[in-house]
């Protein structure tokens, strides 16, 4: 019986195709091992050099990690190099004059603005008389209870006029002033200053606490120094002498709203404090500092900083010492002009908050 033939040129092309396989796969476990093989003499040749220190030995696994993050560490040195040309652009926050902020090794205790204008130098003048240190004295109560104070204001419509040259002079003089350059001093920008104050007062000191007084109130330091300290375990503390009112809706009359609408149909204000006196924590200071081009403002300074507040957790503390009407005796925050003699009354007497410089 005849066997059958065989495929020869079939069995000739299966041997052809396993060798080739064969080969290739050899080929690439040679290549594996060779380039293990020279990572490994790399990585063996800086362990002798980095144990030549007589320090901690270092693990392939350490150079490894340090390998790893070149690529990263090169990229932060390219984003700082990036950085460092756009301050030498001018691309920096220029909310504050550098020039008059002086930043202290500890915390202060409070900074304290006071709102004042362009012709008000005579209530500054008063105010340095009685209750706000110059010179050295104003250093050391910096230094010694932690209490800042400026006077604060912006700059004039028209940049550079006599204004801004007055105000420039007498800062010179007197080295007190917080000088907003990026807020216009004008009525119908008074509402936003609250956001340029407290930006730039978190720029310049890291607080506990941040004071805004008007230039028409005087201010007792150390009764103020107590209330604050009795309020440093509440770091989200809205301070003042909380009000409501009813909402102005008639253009033209005083107090008037154009926003009024947003009031609802009550037309009444949310609880807020009065912006003669009112002291925020640091934290919410920071907060506003932070979204100050998020935040709306209205026609009212202490209405638009009572509206940051409604969305934050923040506590409402109506302290009635900073209110004339019902403060406890003996705790007396202004001081009163009076048929012009300055004397110090009770917050119960209503012409503690509008005092007349002599």
């Known amino acids: 019986m005849k066997g059958r033939p065989r495929d020869t040129g079939h069995s000739g092309f299966a041997t052809f195709t396993l060798f080739t396989v064969s080969f290739l796969a050899c080929f690439y476990v040679a290549g594996r091992l060779w380039q293990d093989s020279e990572r490994r003499v790399i990585l063996m040749s800086m362990l002798e050099k980095g144990g030549k220190g007589g320090g901690k030995p270092v693990t392939v696994e350490d150079k490894l990690q340090f390998l790893g993050c070149k690529a990263t560490e090169k990229r932060l040195e390219e984003l700082e190099m990036e950085l460092a040309a756009a301050r030498s652009q001018g691309f920096t926050n220029s909310w504050v004059n550098t020039n008059v902020v002086n930043k202290t090794g500890n915390r202060p205790l409070a900074v304290i603005g006071v709102y004042t204008e362009f012709g008000n130098k005579l209530k500054r003048d008063a105010i340095r008389r009685k209750w706000m240190p110059t010179g050295d004295a104003l250093k050391s109560l910096e230094k010694d209870k932690g209490i800042v104070v400026r006077f604060v204001i912006g700059r004039s419509a028209n940049k550079g006029d006599s204004s801004d040259r007055r105000i420039d002079s007498e800062n010179h003089e007197t080295k007190d002033f917080l000088i907003l350059d990026q807020h216009v001093e004008m009525s119908e920008e008074y509402a936003n200053k609250a956001k340029h104050f407290f930006s730039a007062a978190v720029e310049g000191w890291d607080a506990d606490f941040y004071v805004k007084v008007d230039d028409d109130v005087y201010i007792n330091i150390d009764e103020l120094s107590k209330l604050l300290r009795d309020y440093l375990e509440k770091p989200r503390a809205y301070i003042g002498c909380m009000k409501s009112g009813e909402v102005v809706s008639e253009e033209g009359q005083r107090w008037y709203e154009k926003e009024?609408?947003?009031?609802?149909?009550?037309?009444?204000?949310?609880?807020?404090?009065?912006?003669?006196?009112?002291?925020?924590?640091?934290?919410?200071?920071?907060?506003?500092?932070?979204?100050?081009?998020?935040?709306?403002?209205?026609?009212?300074?202490?209405?638009?900083?009572?509206?940051?507040?409604?969305?934050?957790?923040?506590?409402?503390?109506?302290?009635?010492?900073?209110?004339?009407?019902?403060?406890?005796?003996?705790?007396?925050?202004?001081?009163?002009?009076?048929?012009?003699?300055?004397?110090?009354?009770?917050?119960?007497?209503r012409l503690c908050t509008y005092l007349r410089a002599y």
């Open 260 to 349: 009024w609408w947003k009031f609802g149909d009550g037309k009444s204000y949310y609880r807020h404090a009065a912006g003669k006196f009112y002291i925020i924590s640091r934290t919410i200071a920071q907060y506003i500092y932070v979204n100050r081009d998020l935040l709306h403002s209205y026609a009212h300074e202490d209405i638009s900083v009572g509206s940051w507040m409604l969305g934050l957790d923040v506590q409402h503390i109506d302290e009635k010492r900073v209110c004339c009407g019902s403060a406890p005796k003996g705790l007396y925050f202004f001081m009163c002009v009076i048929h012009g003699k300055e004397t110090v009354l009770p917050c119960r007497i």
